[in-house]
């Protein structure tokens, strides 16, 4: 037996008055946060959600998120978080594609409409039968017909729920990656995936209950899931949330707030070091309490990690790991050697190889694709067997990144699946883009790549071709893809062209726009 809500029903017993969660005002402690998530689920129960059906949450970093991300898996149900970014369309794929029985989707802000976007969505799902509306105030009423908010159905139930009881191969958490080709995948992640995962993250950051994170990484995200929000609650720790990465409002909360640890993308860092706001008495403050950095999404140069580390005194730790892998497969520990552009060591229970393409060893130095296998490992895609087979060929789940491993067995990643871009720690696909991007009615065939960014690290670039007596506005099909699509998949740079380099059989040449952008400067 093993659910992950006991994560949180151990440390609300174990430190019930200590405080669990900051944000903005609010502040709730361990007990709270457990009574609260308690009455969400008997909400969902109520809805009549059963053990092993599955539950949407839309929610950015708000106190809303554990509560009820803890109020579902209490039930014995599958939290399926979708990233806050994804418009109508997106969000009614996902929600089909999950077998979503109710949606929590948060209200959204004045250029972020996310409830708007949602229940869009839902209307046109007719297997997802409940929908509440999470409003920034719990007083508020829904400014939508037919909702139900979700300050007024938690108003109904009591606290008390007997979490039912689950097996640790039983899914907790289907979290959606493209991998890297075509529609988003949902990755089933069990309770043992997601137990044995915060405790990694645990052990190999050493958290302890003195701890106090600030967590700017999305919660929908398996980094900020797993790494800070699970593993940060099974150790009794305090999380201070943010519901956007801000530069001045992190750097602040750094401060105020006593944080000793904060886990972030390259990008976030290179903005933290950038700020021309930082004085030297809020550096001072901050530097006092933050031990720890950790860092993941993309690799962090080792120039900004040594500015980074010297500016403010601390040390930051590179990781490795995917969406299928709960997420954390290999870490550079404290108390080992650390090396500066290495993803570190495999952690306890699981096991990286790099091998060809025969699935033999490479040797040391020398490229080859990363393959894991362990606790950490997903059951695989949700109702893809034959995507799930492919992943797991020879029995080991492939990365699709390519990497080597040193004689003292510590991993780098030296490149990637050639056609994603990762831009400031999110997957993008170009795939999945330009089929979006060949519905617009004057475009008769496009292709997306990466272009170098500093700040992003890649930035999206798209070459369109019109369809045949059309004239295409670059900043048409720009202003018409950011309605169309998330705010970090939209190409933010967009060349028009009579025709796109292709082979024989009729196959775009991306490798040729790829090298025409080598000088490409932004």
Known sequence: MLNLATLLEHSAREYPDKTAIVCNETRLTYAELDAAAGQVANVVQAAGVHKSDKVALSCPNLPQFPIIYYGILKTGAVVVPLNVLLKRREILYHLRDSDAVAYFCFEGFERLPMGEEGWAAFSEVESCRAFYLITADPEATSPMDGTMTFSQAVREHQPAFDTVQTQAGDTSVILYTSGTTGQPKGAELSHSNLVMNALVSRDVCQYTVADSHLIVLPLFHSFGQTAQMNAGLLCGSTLTLL??????????????????????????????????????????????????????????????????????????LEGYGLTETSPVATFNSPG????????????????????????????????????????????????????????????????????????????????????????????????EIEEI???????????????????????????VAPVPGETIDPSEIRAWARQEMAGYKYPRYVEVRNSLPMNATGKVLKHELREEAQGYVL
Not at 352 to 378: A, F
Not at 441 to 459: M, N, Q, R, T
């Open 336 to 431: 080992k050697p650390r090396k500066p552009g290495s993803i570190g060591l495999s952690v306890w229970g699981v096991e990286v190889r790099v091998v060809d393409e025969h699935m033999n060893d490479s040797p040391v130095g020398e490229r080859g694709e990363i393959v894991i296998r362990g606790h950490n490992v997903m059951k695989g895609y949700y109702k893809r067997p034959e995507a799930t087979e492919e992943v797991f060929c020879g029995g080991w789940l492939h990365t699709g990144d390519v990497g080597k491993m040193d004689a003292d067995g510590y991993f780098y990643v030296v490149d990637r699946t050639k056609d994603m871009i990762l831009r400031g720690g999110f997957n993008v696909y170009p795939r």
């Open 437 to 463: 991007l060949m519905t617009h009615p004057k475009v008769s065939l496009a292709a997306v790549i990466g272009v170098p960014d500093e700040e992003y690290g890649e930035e999206i670039k798209a070459f």
């Open 243 to 316: 519901p956007r990465f801000e530069t001045q409002l992190a750097l602040t909360a750094l401060a105020r707030e006593q944080i000793s640890v904060f886990c972030g993308v390259p990008t976030m860092y290179w903005e933290l070091l950038n700020a021309p706001m930082l004085d030297e008495y809020e550096l001072n403050a901050i530097s006092r309490h933050l031990r720890l950095g950790v860092s993941g999404g993309s690799a962090m140069s080792v120039e900004l990690m040594r500015r980074f580390e010297e500016r403010f005194n601390i040390t930051i």
